[in-house]
Each structure stands twice: as structure tokens, then as C-alpha cells.
């Protein structure tokens, strides 16, 4: 939805005074021009901005990371360590004026001797199962990450040649406009339900279900025919119902399976960071997809067209079909489960009354209807900021240079956002061994509302892109932080209709 949403409306503003035809805009490196006629600096160098922000990701993730309890292991507090070696020197060494101390009967020195033996058992066994919980939770998540990044770049892949698809087969913007509405429409209305019909029937077989529906409608991008692409916005509604609601769901559960729910801050962390390197992938990926072949026909009287903008989603439907076989092979089917454990009317229910029984479960949920009003909020402020940020930093780029304004590096502005969202998830890994993650919202909240503060009054390029990467590093901590909320305030059973 971010990397649609944004680019689209941004496209169809900017299309509305002037035809459909449809012509890409040519990447301009930034230039160190200096604009003579009013005296101005160059444009803001955005290459330098991105080797800052990559250098500080690199630190955090090291930081984050298991290698720096490896290489800077924590030191044993001093006091506690200096405790023993007093009271064994002030046993060892009695003052003079002491009288000597009846020694221990041996009932009482049994007793300390047994007292010891079950303390170190204690701590041994205490250390040998967070060793074992720490296995079977990177073993969890890796097996979690193999799909999940796969149908993340799956929809990175998709995203940004929508529009020029459409746009060149030579439909209007009206046509294209329904469609896209038909999109959204279909993910509201699919998704207002298929949670909960994932959550009696299966959290790995609608994983499954999304990838082939999603390669679906990857597959009728290819034909020129308004039904059947209205068809494929349709598939493409409902897939990302999915992908946004059933693959978080599978996670907390099988988390819950296998005892590690305190590990799901960090699953969702490396979650979040795994995604913002699969979107700048995509970006590459993509833009060589659609460069590979031309756009045509298969003959001059077919309505099946392949190569040019259809590339991206080709290689979308070779990822989905690899999603969905790991998905059947390396996932466990996992349900919603009752907390009163009666399964027989949770699998009679409609999808309507599951719907009707997450909403009562919001309402009466002081904790879960908070959690949704975040959610909104936050996410309506993100969307706002994807929308915006292309006009945003070209008006004030244009301010600056005048006539010398050859264009913004979008690929690198992009790429930069994607590592301040990595930077994010990580500082939340490092926050999350001293805080608890409601605690860590707060700060995350007023560092945003701030960085958009700054966006508002700003009028220099430079500043406004820096506040932006800000506000990415909060998008980076705000997912994992709002998923590990969801994962201990939202009923199993009603987890993926919520």
C-alpha cells in the first residue's frame, strides 16, 4: 500500500491538466550547481545524507546485534562481586575481641550444603532452558522470514508500475482511477472478514491462498481487456488483505506454540529490517524487469501483451509461487484458539458474526481499542507523509535552485528512507532490553509528531529531508512496537479478524 499509494496520487496530480499519455520521468543525478541568477546553494546533496545514515544503520545493527554482547560482553556488577570475597575475609580473619563462634551442627551444615546443590541446579536449568528457548526461536524465525520477505518483495516488486501499466495500454485516467478504487474497495471489504475466516480455517493455508492469489493477479496484468485487469485489482484487494493481517497472526501463534513470546519484539524488529532491505532490492530489481524486453503484443491482433512494464510483475509471480511452496514446506498450520476452548461454535461461526464478534471484542477492549486508535493515527500520518514527501522536497528544491533544477534523485531519497526504517527496527531491539514497548511508543509518538513539526515550518531542502529520515527511523520502531502490543493485548481466536 505505501509503495502504491504514494507514487500514484502523486502521478495523478500531477496528470490531471495535462493528457494520459504516459511519460517516465528521466532520472537526473543532483548536480552541484550553482544558481547564478539569485545567488542560491546548490541542491541539497543527498548522496552524503545517505552515506550518514548508512554508516549510523551499520552501528545500531551492530549494536542490536548478537556480535556485541559477543565481542563487548556485559560486565558482573561490582558490588555484587566484591559481596563474597568480604564476607569470606571477615570469616577468614576474626577480630581479636570476637569470642570464638560455636561451629555448625551437621544437621544445619547439611542443610546449607543442600541449599547450595538446589541453587546451582536451579541456575543451570534456568540457563539451559533460555539457551533452548533461543534455539527454537531462531529456528522459528528464520523459517518465518524465508516466506514472509518473499511476499514482501512479491508486493515492492508490484507497486511502483501499477499505474504506468495501465497508463500504457492507453487507458484513461477515469478507467484507471476505478481501477484502483476497485482495489482499495475489494482490501477494505475482504479484509473486514478474511482474518477471521483465517483464523477457523488456517493461518498457513490463506498464506498459501494469498500467494496464489496475488500470482493470479499478477497473471491478468497481462491482458489489455478492462474485466479481466478489474478482475486482477480485485485478486490484488484481497491479497493484501492477507499479507497484512494472516502472516502476523501465524507469527504470534506459532510463538505462542513454541514458548518464546517473550522473543516477539525481536522476530518483529528483524521482520521490519528484513523489509526495508527487500524494498530497496525490489527497486533495482524491478526497474531492470522492466527494462529487460519491450512492451508489446504477441501479435498484432492479440490482446496479450509481454515485456516492459509487465517484467516486475513476472518476476512478483515467480517469487509468490516460491512463497506459497515454503509456506506448505517449513510452516506448521497454526488457528485462532478459543480462550474458552470451544472450538465447535468458533468453526460454526460465520464470517459475518466472527466480524460482528471482533468488533464487540474492541468496544468492550479498553486496551484493544486504544491499540486501533494508535494505529490509525500513526498510519494515517504515514500515509500523509508518503503522499506528500515527492511534492514536498521538489517545491522547496525548485525554491532553492530556480531554472537550474534538472530533478530529484528519487532512488536515492527512496533508498534513504528504507535505511532510516532499518536504523529504526534495530534502535527498537536495543530499547526493548531496558524497556517495555507501550513504554517505548511514547518517545517514538513524540519524536515523530516532532519531525513532522519540523517538515511544516521548514522552508530549506536540507532540513526537510533530514526531518523526514526522522520520522522514517520512527516508522522503523513504530511496526514492531505496535505488533509486539497487538501480540499480548489481542485474543488468539479473534487475531486475525482484529
Known amino acids: 500500500l505505501v509503495s502504491t499509494w504514494g507514487p500514484t496520487l502523486h502521478i495523478i496530480i500531477q496528470k490531471l491538466p495535462h493528457t494520459a499519455t504516459y511519460q517516465p520521468v528521466q532520472y537526473q543525478p543532483p548536480q552541484l550547481i550553482q544558481n547564478h541568477s539569485q ?5 541539497t546533496n543527498y548522496n552524503l545524507i545517505f552515506g550518514g545514515v548508512l554508516a549510523f544503520n551499520i552501528l545500531v545493527t551492530f549494536r542490536a546485534s548478537s556480535y556485541w554482547t559477543k565481542y563487548f560482553p556485559k560486565k558482573p556488577d561490582v558490588d555484587d562481586s566484591e559481596k563474597p570475597e568480604a564476607e569470606a575475609s571477615k570469616n577468614a580473619a576474626p577480630d581479636a575481641d570476637d569470642e570464638p563462634k560455636p561451629l555448625l551442627d551437621d544437621d544445619t551444615a547439611t542443610d546449607d550444603v543442600e541449599k547450595g546443590a538446589t541453587l546451582e541446579i536451579s541456575s543451570s536449568s534456568s540457563a539451559a532452558s533460555d539457551a533452548a528457548a533461543n534455539i527454537r526461536h531462531a529456528h522459528l524465525l528464520r523459517r518465518y522470514l524465508v ?20 497508463d500504457a495500454y492507453g487507458y484513461s485516467q477515469h478507467d484507471i ?10 482490501s477494505m471489504v475482504f479484509g473486514s472478514f478474511v482474518g477471521g475466516m483465517a483464523d477457523q480455517c488456517g493461518r498457513r493455508k490463506f498464506v498459501i491462498l494469498f500467494a496464489i492469489t496475488y500470482a493470479l493477479s499478477c497473471m491478468t496484468k497481462h491482458f489489455k481487456n478492462f474485466t479481466i485487469l478489474m478482475i486482477g485489482r480485485l485478486l490484488g484487494g484481497i491479497a493484501t488483505s492477507l499479507l497484512f493481517s494472516v502472516f502476523e497472526a501465524w507469527l504470534i501463534g506459532a510463538h505462542a506454540t513454541a514458548g518464546v513470546m517473550s522473543h516477539l519484539g525481536k522476530s518483529f ?39 516492459g512494464y509487465l517484467g516486475p ?43 460482528k464478534t471482533a468488533f464487540s471484542a ?11 486508535i494508535i494505529s490509525s493515527l500513526f498510519e494515517g500520518s504515514m500515509y500523509i507523509f508518503v503522499f506528500m514527501w515527492t511534492p514536498a522536497l521538489t517545491t522547496l528544491a525548485k525554491e532553492e535552485m530556480g531554472e537550474s533544477f534538472e530533478g530529484l534523485p528519487f532512488g536515492v531519497i527512496f533508498s534513504t528512507f528504507m535505511v532510516c526504517c532499518m536504523a529504526g527496527s534495530s534502535i527498537f531491539s536495543i530499547a526493548m532490553e531496558k524497556m517495555k514497548p507501550e513504554q517505548l511508543a511514547v518517545p517514538v509518538f513524540g519524536v515523530a509528531t516532532l519531525a513532522f513539526g519540523i517538515i511544516v515550518v521548514s522552508k530549506n531542502a536540507t532540513s526537510t529531508f533530514l526531518a ?10 513504530y511496526f514492531p512496537s505496535m505488533g509486539t502490543m497487538k501480540g499480548m493485548i489481542v485474543p488468539e481466536d479473534k487475531r486475525g479478524e482484529l
Open 313 to 355: 510483475f513476472d518476476v512478483s509471480m515467480l517469487t509468490l509461487i516460491a512463497c506459497g511452496l515454503l509456506a506448505m514446506s517449513l510452516w506448521e498450520e497454526n488457528y485462532g484458539k478459543s480462550q474458552d476452548n470451544d472450538d465447535d461454535s468458533s468453526k460454526k461461526s460465520s464470517a459475518a458474526g466472527a466480524l
Open 269 to 307: 524488529s528483524s521482520a521490519q529490517y528484513g523489509n526495508s532491505i527487500v524494498a530497496i532490492l525490489a527497486g533495482q530489481i524491478a526497474n531492470r524487469a522492466a527494462n529487460h524486453a519491450e512492451f508489446k503484443p504477441t501479435s498484432e491482433d492479440s490482446g496479450f501483451y509481454t515485456g
Open 147 to 166: 516466506v514472509y520477505l518473499l511476499a514482501a518483495l512479491s508486493d515492492w516488486l508490484q507497486g511502483p508500475y501499477v499505474y504506468a501499466l495501465y
Open 468 to 477: 523526514m529520515n526522522l520520522f522514517e527511523v520512527c516508522v522503523g520502531m
Open 362 to 372: 474492541t468496544i468492550r477492549s479498553p486496551d484493544i481499542l486504544s491499540c486501533g
Open 177 to 186: 482511477a476505478v481501477l484502483f478504487v476497485a482495489g482499495f474497495g475489494s
Open 39 to 43: 545567488g542560491k546553494n546548490t541542491m
